[in-house]
């Protein structure tokens, strides 16, 4: 009988009979999810960039399509090559971040650039498909991705036996594009910047004090208690960790002052399109996030961008050159931008306003873009700017 207590207890105290049916379906519930997810990330992972194709099915002649890698200044990087017509000008498109690829944002949205130009989509050293397991963080730097940069321009120019190609960068890529147009302006016919970087710190504690200032009209608490972690105003050190903090990234989500003015989930908007593009294989993916979240917190870009004034670095372009910035865009201040191509010599320039946008006016008013894109920027004109620096 005692044997028969002891089992019976032993019964009771069992955690599958603590949890209960009701527990055992939701487990299984949240199983069979994360199995299904696998299999919808797994089926989304062919790895393979999708052709222009006729009404008939047929692909489009003359098109290119493809994701190749291209061993760059010793090192194997990753690029996709897009365009409708191989007989267009090329585009060389420079991601932010920097590191931070945004090929699946274009898979995403129809920009039209590949209407106009033969694009490639290059994913800088250290990030996305240009990033490998065991990379010496080290090996990362402004210099050598704007060496890089030039680099990759040869690559275009002799693959598509082009004199000059056109540069376009984008935010954090911007640091060091620009540098790469300014010394070396005989590759290209001209320098598209948007969300220009110009002095990153000073725009960091312009973002502070206006996320500071709304959450003290709004009364949101939460906010401030996280802000008052980041003394930005007060403290020149706090601006890295501000730089790189939660708060930062969910506040400017939240105002409609980040990535796009639209965008109020970074899991909905980013993390989940990075895991369902096609054009990335399951580890291609694995490695995208493992750079984000890990090495390039190991690499010194943080503090070469925030330590640069890049008003003093680069005062004249032997290029046109023309500036595109969202008006709710904080993450790069535009003001700061704007005042910068106020400053640069350049034979013509011009700095468009984007009323729609934040920080990426290249998917949120993709129509104004290629307007200006035609009508200015492949006719070597500034006629559409804003009147300030007609």
């Known amino acids: 009988?005692?044997?028969?207590?002891?089992?019976?207890?032993?019964?009771?105290?069992?955690?599958?009979?603590?949890?209960?049916?009701?527990?055992?379906?939701?487990?299984?519930?949240?199983?069979?999810?994360?199995?299904?997810?696998?299999?919808?990330?797994?089926?989304?992972?062919?790895?393979?960039?999708?052709?222009?194709?006729?009404?008939?099915?047929?692909?489009?002649?003359?098109?290119?399509?493809?994701?190749?890698?291209?061993?760059?200044?010793?090192?194997?990087?990753?690029?996709?090559?897009?365009?409708?017509?191989?007989?267009?000008?090329?585009?060389?498109?420079?991601?932010?971040?920097?590191?931070?690829?945004?090929?699946?944002?274009?898979?995403?949205?129809?920009?039209?650039?590949?209407e106009l130009f033969t694009v490639c989509y290059w994913e800088q050293r250290g990030g996305g498909l240009s990033y490998t397991k065991g990379m010496d963080p080290n090996s990362v730097t402004m210099d050598q991705l704007k060496q890089d940069t030039i680099a990759v321009t040869d690559y275009l120019r002799d693959r598509f036996g082009q004199e000059k190609i056109y540069l376009m960068a984008h935010s954090g890529g911007t640091f060091f594009a620009i540098q790469a147009a300014a010394e070396s302006p005989e590759r290209y016919c001209a320098y598209i910047g948007i969300a220009q970087i110009a002095d990153q710190a000073e725009s960091e504690r312009r973002a502070y004090a206006y996320i500071k200032q709304r959450s003290e009209e709004t009364g949101d608490r939460k906010t401030l208690k996280q802000l008052a972690a980041y003394p930005v105003l007060e403290q020149e050190e706090a601006v890295k960790p501000f730089f790189q903090s939660m708060v930062r990234d969910q506040?400017?989500?939240?105002?409609?002052?980040?990535?796009?003015?639209?965008?109020?989930?970074?899991?909905?908007?980013?993390?989940?399109?990075?895991?369902?593009?096609?054009?990335?294989?399951?580890?291609?993916?694995?490695?995208?996030?493992?750079?984000?979240?890990?090495?390039?917190?190991?690499?010194?870009?943080?503090?070469?961008?925030?330590?640069?004034?890049?008003?003093?670095?680069?005062?004249?372009?032997?290029?046109?050159?023309?500036?595109?910035?969202?008006?709710?865009?904080?993450?790069?201040?535009?003001?700061?931008?704007?005042?910068?191509?106020d400053g640069i010599l350049s034979p013509v320039k011009g700095f468009y306003m984007f009323q729609n946008s934040a920080h990426s006016p290249q998917f949120e008013e993709p129509e104004r873009m290629l307007e200006i894109l035609t009508k200015d920027v492949l006719a070597g004109e500034n006629n559409l700017a804003d009147d300030v620096l007609k």
């Open 251 to 341: 506040s400017m989500h939240a105002l409609g002052i980040g990535t796009m003015r639209n965008m109020r989930s970074v899991m909905k908007d980013v993390f989940l399109p990075v895991l369902l593009c096609k054009a990335y294989t399951v580890q291609e993916k694995i490695n995208f996030w493992a750079s984000k979240f890990t090495f390039i917190r190991q690499t010194n870009l943080h503090d070469e961008v925030l330590a640069t004034d890049l008003t003093q670095k680069v005062q004249s372009l032997e290029i046109p050159v023309y500036f595109f910035s969202g008006a709710s865009d904080m993450t790069v201040n535009y003001d700061l931008s704007k005042s910068f191509l």
């Open 1 to 114: 009988m005692k044997t028969s207590s002891a089992t019976t207890d032993h019964r009771a105290k069992s955690p599958l009979r603590k949890i209960g049916k009701l527990g055992l379906y939701a487990i299984a519930v949240i199983v069979a999810g994360m199995l299904i997810f696998a299999l919808l990330i797994a089926i989304n992972s062919p790895g393979t960039t999708r052709p222009f194709l006729n009404e008939d099915g047929t692909v489009v002649e003359n098109s290119i399509a493809e994701k190749t890698f291209v061993e760059i200044n010793g090192a194997r990087q990753g690029m996709f090559i897009r365009g409708k017509s191989l007989d267009n000008p090329v585009l060389l498109f420079v991601h932010g971040g920097p590191c931070f690829p945004e090929y699946f944002l274009f898979d995403r949205y129809e920009t039209g650039l590949e």
